[in-house]
């Protein structure tokens, strides 16, 4: 059976159970800073065991993507040593909220087991608490004379942490035969493969509180998960989750393109078809690689799979075509695989590039090390592991390297440098902040705020509720607080678009609005501040916007829509948001791209969305639901939340083609004209294959004009020439500003070179020389025309700026075998408590000391 045919299944059977059909949440957790990535399936459902929050359905079943590669549940050690280890993995997970327990999920857990896929009973086991006499008589009432055995550890007790939902669970255990190593559950040799568990039912039942009391829930719950790959695995009859069809074709293309044998590079090909998939639906979800955070563990992902390819002689880009496959294989489940292809395979291409060209580096500073290193003697851990984190080399690497030059490893050391980035890696949480209870409270009362800011600028409501320092309150009358209304114009911050501004007033006061945003994905919050008056629970108020302002924000808006068709009309399909902030001001886009835009490519991007705005076409708006709107071609950002309905905005030109069709709830111009104008400010790279391009429109564009003719004017004025005359005046007084510096530096360098003092010491020619407010380049050309006139001997300069003294030390050709001028400049450096370092030619460093600068020289001299 298919792992596709698997999943439909148990969706299917659990919708025929009444249970909702809930989409995977992203890889990237919603409103929970403390986790890293998503990790199993109850995390998008966190909130409703905890009561914060409520759904329209009791029951829900889904498959949920999950990545453990890093915070608590971090798998990727692991990867390529186990037959079940993954850092991305699908569980299939049934969910109840209050409604059915215990007897229900066990019967449902054995039924799609035992009826549906048809696995014969003798072969499986199940695990309950120790205490749970409960789930151990319900067990045998559904399953009859199966194995139960009781387990009195943590592995059988699941808690949401230190307080919170807790209970005991049960996990089912399928038996791959005598043929395979491993002990049942609870012996010395359960972590063997003979025994692999395949579904986890959790029964939430307690509340653990403070001082680790645990007290009965009013609601008890059911979370449960099932590893698709290890269901999978025994479906098709392997007892390894790397044969199954979903590793197939990814395992096949490693073969062709490393030639090497399946067999004997096992541990790498596992590395490497897991990984794929983990990078994959990160960059799908919109994680790209960096050196922080979830972007710093991507590359990991990245390198590790980089290196195993490398072990199995694969010295080229290939991962980037594994991607492919990957998306081929997927993409019917997760439709958002297909969007981001492009993406994804371009952003796998530029890592291995890098890569690859860092890896080289790597090798050649190993080999410049091995050269220093006496036969027999050790490296450094602290070189070993700078080689490793920095420039992608195992150990075992470079192990089998230094091996021929008869050169170990400090293997402590190495080992001592990982576990301390390790610590440094750790994951203390993204730094967004939760959502206060308070929201999820008025959420429950509340339901939904009403939003008519499409159509209306102002509109009467009735207040719904007034918090102030997270507390709900009856009336204010002074301070900064948050006002919720039933009905608001105001739009909210989200997808980029800055939240409105604006008044509330009533016949009792006026409350200025500074900011709205958006909490549980439905409460709009008016903060702000009583400027007259008072305000109360449940009386009728005034809300209005600030329509220029909101004018402004949505034209910046329309363009940015604009801008995204552009960028992929004159960059490329693969062309994707990453990101954009917007305001009346400005607008901020980022993108994914590998290269700077050029300045041509950026007239022509102006040049089209400018076209378009003057062709003033309409910019229609509908509502659909979001597969409808995906199947039909609208773009969505990745890794965004969206509802099961969605609003769509599309722009076509005068001909009806379409220019523009995106998933967006923002606000927009009625037709592009009222754009204005376009105008690119910058472009700049702000990370690994992502580019920032920040714009301004309308108004803007015409002040921008305006400040540059009026410097332009300036300009003319003070070099009194015309504007067409301009570049060549400024050209004139750049060559004549250059020819003085040089006619200044010839004339300091003569001045400089009758200095000289000329001593001996051993028949070596020795030429010192003290100078002021020199620059290190002009030390160095100082250096060079002292060279030229004197064919041997040793040359020592010395520079003040303030108290601040730079030297350094040459030597001719003739007297780099005998001396060296990295230790002749160390003997100067010690006197001024300085630094520095050269080679056998050539050393500069710097100290401080005016005073000392003689000494310094002398110090030089005496070493010779």
Known sequence: MLSSDIRARFLKFFENNGHKI?????????????????????????????????????????????????????????????????TFFEMLGNFSFGDYFKEEAIYFAWTFLTKELGL???????????????????????????????????????????????????EIFYDHGDGVFGGIPGSADQNGDRYMEIWNIVFMQFEQIKGGEKIPLKKKSIDTGMGLERIAGIMQGVNDNYLIDLFRNIIEEVKAISG????????????????????????????????????????????????????????????????????????????????????????????EEKFLSTLDRGLKILQNDVKEIPSGSVLSGDKAFKLYDTYGFPLDLTQDILKVENISVDTDGFEKALQEQKNRAKWVGSGETKEAPIWHKLKERIKLVEFVGYEKEKCVSEIAA????????????????????????????????????????????????????????????????????????????????????????KANHTAAHLLQAALRLVLGEHVAQRGSSLNEERLRFDFSHTTAVSDNEIVKIENLVNGWILQNTSVAYNTMSKNDAIAAGATALFGEKYGDSVRTVSVTDESGNVISFELCGGTHVVATGCVGLFKILSET????GVRRIEVITGEKVLEYARRNENIIYLATEKLKCTDSELLNKIDDIILEIKQKNQEISFNKQKNALDKIKESSRGGIKIYSLEVSDYGIDDMRSLNEAIKSKLPSGVIIIANC????????????????????????????????????????????????????????????????
């Open 466 to 553: 007034i918090v102030q320092n997270e507390n709900s309150i009856e009336s204010i009358s002074s301070g900064k607080a948050a006002i919720i209304t039933r009905i608001t114009p105001f739009y909210a911050e989200c997808g980029g678009q800055c939240g409105d501004i604006g008044f509330i007033k009533s016949n009792c006061g006026i409350f200025r609005v500074d900011d709205t945003k958006k909490f549980c994905d439905t409460i709009v919050v008016h903060e702000g501040e009583v400027l007259s008056g008072h305000f109360d629970n449940c009386s009728e108020v005034e809300l209005e916007i600030d329509s220029n302002r909101r004018r402004k924000i």
């Open 801 to 864: 700026n303030e108290n601040k003294v730079s030297m350094l030390v040459s030597l001719s050709s003739d007297l780099q075998k005998k001396y060296n001028a990295g230790q002749l400049l160390r003997a100067g450096l010690v006197l001024l408590n300085g630094k520095g370092g050269g080679n056998a030619a050539f050393a500069q460093g710097g100290g401080v000391g005016k005073e000392k600068i003689a000494a310094a020289i002398d110090a030089v001299i005496d070493s010779i």
């Open 120 to 170: 014969p009973k003798e072969k499986m086991l199940t695990t309950v608490y120790h205490t749970d006499e409960e789930a151990k008589v319900i067990w045998k009432k559904v399953a009859g004379d199966i194995r139960v055995i009781p387990i009195p550890t943590s592995d059988n007790f699941w808690s949401m942490g230190d307080v919170g939902p807790c209970g005991p669970c049960s």
């Open 685 to 688: 790279s702000i990370g690994s």
């Open 22 to 86: 809930v989409d995977s949440s992203s890889v990237v957790p919603q409103n929970d800073p403390s986790l890293l990535f998503t990790n199993a399936g109850m995390v998008q459902f966190k909130n409703v065991f905890t009561g914060l929050e409520s759904r329209e359905y009791k029951r829900a079943t889904t498959s949920q993507k999950c990545i453990r590669a890093g915070g608590k549940h971090n798998d990727l050690d692991q990867v390529g040593f186990t037959a079940r280890h993954h």
């Open 260 to 351: 090497t044998d399946f067999e004997n590079s096992y541990p790498s090909y596992k590395v490497i078809a897991d990984h794929i998939r983990s990078v994959s639906f990160l960059i799908a979800d919109g994680v790209l690689p960096s050196n922080e955070g979830r972007g710093y563990v991507l590359r990991r992902i990245l390198r590790r799979a980089m290196r195993h390819g490398n072990l199995i002689n694969i010295r080229e880009s290939f991962l980037f075509r594994l991607s492919n496959l990957l998306v081929d294989a997927m993409k019917d489940a997760y439709p958002e695989l297909e969007k981001a292809r492009a993406v994804i395979s371009s952003t796998v291409n530029m890592e």
